[in-house]
C-alpha cells in the first residue's frame, strides 16, 4: 500500500511557475507508475502527466505539453511537477496517484493524495 501526500500549490499569477511534490510512503513506491491529475470547480478530475516506474517515459496531456514536467526521485519517495508559464485555466486542484501502466484514465491508478490547489490569477 502507498500513502500519497501533496504539497507545493499556491497563488500565482499567469505566466509565473510552481513545482508541485508528491512523496510517498512505503517501499515500493519504485515499483509504480505515477499520475498528476486536476480538478478545477464543476469540472470533472482530468489527465495531466504520467511518469512510469523508472523515470524513462513520460506522457503529458496536450494542454500542458512544453510547459509541464514530471519527473520522479525514486530515492526520496517523491515524484514532480514543474508546472511553468501557467494560465488562469490551470486553476484546480492537483492530485497525485499511483498505479500500473503508464495510462490517462483515472480508474487505472489505485492510490490517491489528497490534493493541493493551484490558483493562477490573471
Known amino acids: 500500500q502507498v500513502q500519497l501526500v501533496e504539497s507545493g500549490g499556491g497563488l500565482v499569477q499567469a505566466g509565473g511557475s510552481l513545482r508541485l511534490s508528491c512523496g510517498a510512503s512505503?517501499?515500493?513506491?519504485?515499483?509504480?507508475?505515477m499520475g498528476w491529475f486536476r480538478q478545477a470547480p464543476g469540472k470533472e478530475r482530468e489527465f495531466v502527466a504520467a511518469?512510469?516506474?523508472?523515470?524513462?517515459?513520460?506522457y503529458y496531456a496536450d494542454s500542458v505539453k512544453g510547459r509541464f514536467t514530471i519527473s520522479r526521485d525514486n530515492a526520496k519517495n517523491t515524484v514532480y511537477l514543474q508546472m511553468n508559464n501557467l494560465k488562469p485555466e490551470d486553476t484546480a486542484v492537483y492530485f497525485c496517484?499511483?498505479?500500473?501502466?503508464?495510462?490517462?484514465?483515472?480508474?487505472?491508478?489505485?492510490?490517491w493524495g489528497q490534493g493541493t490547489q493551484v490558483t493562477v490569477s490573471s
Open positions: 496517484a499511483a498505479g500500473y501502466g503508464l495510462r490517462t484514465g483515472d480508474y487505472n491508478y489505485d492510490y
Open positions: 512505503g517501499r515500493t513506491f519504485s515499483s509504480y507508475d
Open positions: 511518469i512510469n516506474w523508472s523515470g524513462g517515459s513520460t
